[in-house]
């Protein structure tokens, strides 16, 4: 008997615990769940200084998941830039020509052919 109340008394105080700290964070809501960025892909550029990244997300109001690429370059002195590189919202799997000036993608729009655009 005493063994239950050793084990039980500790459980009690830990789940009383967890619930008040519980309380004290802040709700995630639907909304923000379900608004989640999510990154699919990154692949590092040739020389090192730039990066492009894959990122996935819900548009609600084209009712659409949306695969856009994004480009990071490092200027060197430690600040960088990050641009929006596609807008279609269906572009994905970057990849870099051997001397950095071109990136490759897919992208799943109708009609559309493989695509390679200078890295600006």
Partial sequence: MTIRKTVLLPLLVVLILASAQAD??????????FSYVAFSGVKLSPDGHSVVIVTDRADWEQNIFRE???????????????????H???????????NGRWIAFLSEQPGAFPVAAPAP
């Avoid at 995630?28 to 769940?33: C, E, I, P, Y």
């Avoid at 856009?68 to 596609?86: E, N, P, V």
């Avoid at 279609?88 to 051997?98: A, E, F, L, T, V």
């Fill in 24 to 33: 004290a964070k802040p709700k995630l809501t639907l909304d923000k769940f």
């Fill in 68 to 86: 856009d690429l994004w480009l990071y370059r490092d200027d060197g002195r430690g600040a960088g830039s990050l641009t929006q590189f596609t």
């Fill in 88 to 98: 279609s919202g269906r572009d994905s799997k970057p990849h870099w020509s051997p």
